[in-house]
């Protein structure tokens, strides 16, 4: 199979102090036009705060038929193999900042203006990870923007 990747544009920000937006604009995205954000093995390095506005940026840029698909990392129980992992991540200077459980997660996506489609537990690892598919809600926004909870 062969993906015509043409029209495919990565872009490079920085989501804990750049403008994803404009980032975007700046890129010639066309915001009427459906998109693919794609967010996997992200999330969980970036603080709430951070997402929310990530995502909506991403929002602020999409059409009603855009797909945001990210992966979520899962709040566990005293997983020994997770925290050995974790230790060796955080030693390299990536200290896992969200990780939270399924319900507190995908309320994360809906309050930055995401209506969740499917939640998918990776086969692989099951328990330890959510794969999302999201469109901007009906609202086109969501709440307003400002203190997340």
């Known amino acids: 199979m062969h993906t015509d990747l043409g029209q495919l544009t990565l ?79 955080t030693h390299r200077g990536e200290p896992p900042r969200t990780v939270l459980p399924t319900g507190p997660s995908l309320a994360l996506l809906e309050r930055a203006g995401w209506s969740p489609q499917q939640v998918t537990d990776p086969p692989e690892r099951p328990g330890h990870a959510r794969l999302v598919t999201a469109r901007p809600n009906s609202l086109k926004g969501g709440p307003p923007d400002g203190k997340i909870a």
């Not at 093995?41 to 909506?56: S, T």
Request: glycine share 4%; charged share 25%.
């Open 11 to 89: 872009v490079a920000a920085d989501f804990t102090r750049g403008d994803v937006a404009h980032a975007l604009t700046a890129a010639d995205h066309d915001r009427n036009q459906p998109s693919l954000f794609l967010c996997e093995g992200v999330l969980m390095y970036l603080r709430q705060d951070v997402i929310h506005r990530l995502l909506r940026a991403a929002l602020a840029c999409s059409s009603d038929d855009t797909l945001l698909a990210v992966s979520l990392s899962l709040r566990q129980g005293r997983n020994t193999w997770r925290i050995r992992a974790w230790r060796r991540i």
